[in-house]
């Protein structure tokens, strides 16, 4: 099926968080820029709905990154992280993010899954069967192979990481935080002056 893509083309995104979060986490040590995202897998088209998939831990660490997902457009479905007695976590969205395309795949003309897990090909070949354009995209380098293959289109986040990933402020150090700015250094000579 060759790739189709135009703007009144109804769209669909369903964001594995985790899986994203952890690729760019454990390849680049760096977090994934979801802006850019959306916007290189949109292209364009007209967006239906787009959705993250993200789990919840006890500390509540990760309200400000669920209010930044709200502000660019992007729905959140939560689930809180299990721990076992064990020790052992769990937390997995595969089920739900697969019922919720399979759901709305009648009300979109092309469904775009945004994650690199093999566990989505049965998810991304049934899709098709029922006429739907299936995209996915996500870092190449961790995606699985066979998912790039069964998938209409894949985008591969490795090939632009600088747009893909967001830029590591640098926190100042205690030496560079003491500096004077051209204005503090201005108005001690001004002082100066004046007094003499």
């Known amino acids: 099926m060759a790739v189709i893509k135009h703007k009144e083309q109804r769209v669909g995104i369903f964001i594995d968080a985790q899986n994203l979060y952890h690729s760019a986490k454990n390849l680049y040590q760096r977090k994934v820029n979801f802006g850019a995202v959306l916007e290189e897998v949109l292209a364009d088209r007209t967006l239906i709905r787009a959705i993250a998939y993200v789990i919840t831990s006890d500390s509540g660490e990760e309200s400000s990154f669920f209010d930044a997902l709200l502000k660019m457009g992007i729905e959140t479905k939560t689930k809180d992280l299990q721990v076992f007695s064990g020790g052992a ?51 190449g380098r961790s995606s699985s192979h066979k998912l790039v293959e069964v998938a209409d289109d894949f985008i591969d986040f ?23 700015t051209p204005s503090t250094r201005n108005n001690s000579s001004n002082k100066t002056s004046k007094k003499k």
């Open 158 to 180: 490795d090939l632009d990481l600088e747009r893909f990933l967001i830029k590591e402020s640098k926190r100042p150090t205690s030496r560079t935080s003491r500096r004077r």
């Open 89 to 139: 976590k769990k937390a997995d969205w595969d089920v739900g993010l697969a019922v919720d395309a399979i759901k709305m795949s009648s009300k979109l003309d092309t469904i775009i899954i945004i994650s690199g897990d093999g566990d989505f090909i049965p998810l991304v070949e049934y899709l098709k069967m029922q006429g739907c354009q299936v995209e996915a995209g996500s870092f």
